[in-house]
């Protein structure tokens, strides 16, 4: 009985944190009633470096443990735990030794769990084997554990997609788009057509050649306006109305891929075919509707009316519905990355209706449009997709080199736009640039030949130039999809780069000033002292470290785009697989912190109404925290990388 008693104990302590949280009681009392109970006084050795791994892992109940690197001039903290950690996690994947030492900081004790009927019971439970893929790909040296694939019960890969509230097991996409598509060929009659699409229950049809490849489409919508302004004949053929701008997707694309490639392009209908070309045979159709029904709210819906917002107010109630969206989907992490991705979509957009909205002001108040096109480019986060909340923006106009003669006419004209843009995207709830970049400024609204040489003497005088004050300017992205002002100025850049390497170790000894804390403990942050504060500048101290990494693997690679932090990180690690896997590992490390870091500040910010540049990690969820110690330790290693690969000092 008393045995009994104890073990239910356990276990309500157990449940109270991860990846514990996540298996069932029954199992929880299974671990509890064969595992054990230790104390250790405060001093005391729980297991050192190189000591031969034994059979438990231990969760502390009670207490305080160091986590050291004992070295010859003394133990160096890596990690503080306490309450509800974890000692020895590593060992679900490995037999070897004890890699650091652990020493107790105060009376403590431990439950010790059996660590194989631990993991027999994680393989089974799918959020456990989540959270331990996410804490052993955010320690590279660990990173042999085998990554979590959900499986059907033969065994088969579930597809993960989209559901508000997270992330959930359902169909696969594009077995969603098989069933609704309908073929016909191009002299099928309009009245046949109208047939098979009430018939079938669809929206549209893919007219398609003698080899099945898509060459067009009708939808009912088309025929009844046909119908309603009385141009409809009982003779015409699909040939003759079907419209031929067809966007295609690609069968492996995910439901985020869908749904950006949707709201990107502002169609309702994307055509999968095999390779995802019009080359090759029609497998499937997806539309917006249909996805619609299927996973809740849709983005496009926000897309479609940020594009027909009729003034500022709008703009600016589109946007906080956004951020409204966002939270829905944030309560899964997995769903970072996709969202990323769409709201830079969506942003972007938003930056073109507010010019839209800028230049039609300017027209009724006679300003002449200058023959010189230009370009937006959002700069910083929102170039790189990552500006999920209404922080500090970073924007430039540049434009077309103008006549001598148009020269200062058309310099007028773009200064007074980026005015206007400058401060309409401040009314819609954007903080500015503390740095200034900003178009409004005129160092930052300039023709393209001057924004090149701008950007020249940034590389070529780093230091005169004060570049890093500025080095979020070199994260851009134009508003349009694809605008050859913005192409011609990365190039130019990037050929400045390769002809100036020593810019790159200037960026790279740049990028070593902010570091992170060490651990956090109890809720507070603790830093290499072992101080404690409340607060955490996670934008400071976890998010910049790992953007700056990033565009500094980008520039030694050759290439600005990506933009993307994740995607320059985990491209560096591509580069570099064959080359070094250690280094390759700890830059895909890096890109995983990078998500957990983000998604707290995200999280926090937008339930705070902040920019969530500082939070408080007592108000994470035990899992986020747990995760996010785990990333300050990843951060710390791949900045030592990166201070060993181009010969600097990552401490002062």
Partial sequence: MKASSIAIRVVDFLK?????????????????????????????????????????????????????????????????????????LQGVISDGPYLNTAKTDADSILYGIDRDDFIRHAERTPKAKRYLAAYFTLNPAYSEAEPVTQRDSRGIPVPITLRKGGLREVKEPHEIARETLVTVPRSTLLRDVARKLQAKRVACVVVVDEAGRAVGKLT?????????????????????????????????????????????????FLIVTEDGTLSTPVRGLVYERNLFLQYGRFPTVLGEAVGEAPDLAAVRTMRE??????????????????????????????????????????????????????SWLMMGSGGRDELLIRSAVYHALVYEDPNPDDAEATARYYQELARRAGEATRQC???????????????????????????????????????????????????????????????????????????????????????????????????????????????????LP???????????????SPTGTCARLRAAARR???????????????????????????????????????IRPHNLDPETRTLLKTAFRTILEVLELLAARYGLSLRA
């Avoid at 790159?504 to 072992?530: C, F, K, W």
């Fill in 220 to 268: 009912d919508a088309d025929l009844r306006d046909r119908v309603v302004d009385g141009t409809l004949r009982p003779d015409a053929t699909v040939e003759d109305m079907m419209a031929t701008d067809l966007v295609t997707a690609h069968p492996e694309e995910s439901t985020g891929d869908l749904l950006v490639r949707l709201t990107r392009t502002g169609k309702s």
């Fill in 546 to 560: 790992l953007v700056d990494v990033g565009r500094v693997m980008a520039m030694e690679g050759g290439a600005l």
């Fill in 16 to 88: 109270q944190h991860p990846p514990f949280s996540f298996l069932e009681e029954r199992v929880l009392l299974e671990l509890a009633a064969k595992g054990r109970v230790k104390f250790h006084e405060s001093g005391e050795i729980v297991f050192s470096r190189g000591q031969p791994r034994n059979r438990y892992l231990y969760v502390i109940q009670q207490g305080k443990v160091r986590i050291v690197d004992e070295t010859p001039e003394g133990d160096r903290l890596i990690d503080l735990r306490g309450e509800g950690d974890l000692l020895g």
């Fill in 576 to 614: 570099l697989r064959g080359e070094s896997p250690e280094v390759a590992d700890k830059l895909d490390g890096a890109s995983e912190a990078f998500l957990v870091a983000h998604y707290a500040r995200v999280l926090r910010g937008l339930m705070a109404g902040t920019d969530g540049a500082v």
């Fill in 321 to 374: 519905r956004m951020e409204a969206l966002l939270l829905e989907f944030l309560e899964d992490r997995a769903a970072l990355p996709w969202l990323m991705e769409m709201t830079g979509v969506l942003n972007r957009r938003m930056a073109r209706r507010i010019l839209e909205m800028c230049r039609d002001a300017m027209d009724a108040e006679g300003y002449e449009r200058p023959e010189a096109g230009f």
């Fill in 429 to 543: 709830g954007f903080l500015e640039s503390e740095q200034g970049v900003l178009a409004q400024r005129p160092g930052w609204c300039l023709p393209v030949s001057a924004m090149e040489a701008k950007f020249r003497a940034f590389i070529e005088s780093p230091v005169e130039t004060v570049v890093y004050a500025a080095r979020d300017a070199f994260d851009f992205r134009p508003v349009e999809y694809q605008c050859p002002l913005a192409l011609r100025l990365r190039q130019s850049i990037e050929g400045c780069i390769r002809a100036n390497p020593a810019f790159i170790r200037h960026m790279a000894s740049n990028s070593l000033l902010n570091q992170p804390p060490r651990t956090i403990y109890q809720g507070y942050v603790v830093d290499e002292q072992g101080i404690q504060r409340e607060d955490l500048a996670i934008k400071a101290h976890a998010l």
